[in-house]
């Protein structure tokens, strides 16, 4: 039988101390699938991602990522921990990308927007200045960026700007699949929106797979095809995005629902 799934999570679990910030975790992402992973401040939403994303390691469980078959070896499911550090590095800089919350935790500050674009272009080997300048014109474009602001710096930009070319910096390189910390979250609401727009058509026309983490449904419900709903580090509901939203099983769901606990 043949095996698309393109991650594989089981029984993930990470501790601080004596304290299991999230445990038991396991689901499956298929290719240009968008999980959305819900629940309130502290139900350990970052830390799961983080820990999926290689930048914390595990205390429990494992994940299996399909990688693509190259010159290192065989495509198909690998458990990740197994891979080499520097093997570990590489996927984490080309085939995924991680979109942090704060644009300044995700972009290099002291560099131009366009060096900025480049930079992961030439961790694959890329060196001809015209060619990534160029490339890193069409993706200030793509994220809605005047392809002429190239040169400047990213304090230069406005914060949906300094998001929109976070993005642009971590699809430069075509990944299969992106993290995402609250996105839109520290964003002033006029600009949520239109941030939100411009990644549902991103992520359609890509056809990425995305690992959403967000505290406000109404991005799980605009992006996300599946979501799992955390609580005190666990996932306590799981399901299609509509299904979860309009017919919440669990009673936790159904408080976040009714905007009880989430404004
Ligand atoms: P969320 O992203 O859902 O708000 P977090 O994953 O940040 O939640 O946190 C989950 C739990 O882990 C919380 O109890 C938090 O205090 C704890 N935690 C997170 N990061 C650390 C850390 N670096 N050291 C100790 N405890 C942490
Ligand atoms: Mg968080």
């Known amino acids: 039988m043949s095996d698309d799934r393109l991650l594989s999570v089981q029984g993930l679990g990470k501790r601080y101390g004596q304290r299991w910030a999230c445990r038991h975790v396991c689901f499956d ?3 240009g699938e968008v999980l959305a992973v819900v629940g309130e401040s502290g139900s350990g939403k970052s830390t799961l991602l983080n820990a999926l994303a290689l930048r914390t ?3 429990e469980g494992s994940v299996h990522y399909a990688l693509r078959a190259d010159g290192n070896g065989p495509g198909g499911l690998h458990d990740l921990a197994t891979l080499s550090e520097a093997r570990q590095r590489l996927l984490a ?5 991680f979109v942090e919350q704060n644009p300044r935790d995700g972009l290099r500050m ?11 272009l ?7 200045y015209g060619h990534l300048r160029a490339q890193a014109q069409a993706w200030l474009q793509r994220v809605e960026l005047a392809p002429e602001r190239v040169d400047e710096r990213p304090s230069q930009f406005s914060g949906g700007m300094q ?6 910096r971590n699809l430069v390189t075509q990944p299969r699949l992106v993290f995402m910390d609250e996105p839109t979250s520290g964003l002033d609401v006029s600009v949520q929106a239109r941030l939100l727009d411009l990644l549902r058509t991103l992520v ?7 690992i959403v983490v967000t505290h406000d449904l109404a991005v799980a419900r605009l992006l996300a095809h599946r979501m799992l709903v955390m609580k005190d580090g666990v996932v306590v509901e799981s399901g299609l995005t509509d299904r979860v939203l309009d017919d919440p099983q669990h009673p936790y769901t159904q ?9």
């Open 29 to 31: 992402l298929w290719p």
């Open 57 to 59: 390691p595990l205390d």
């Open 93 to 97: 800089r080309t085939d995924w990308g």
């Open 110 to 120: 002291a560099v131009s927007a366009g060096a900025n674009v480049a930079e992961r």
């Open 122 to 128: 030439m961790v694959l080997g890329h060196e001809h």
């Open 163 to 168: 998001q929109r070319l976070q993005i642009a």
């Open 204 to 210: 359609d026309d890509l056809g990425l797979a995305c």
């Open 255 to 263: 408080l976040l629902v009714s905007s009880v606990l989430m404004p």
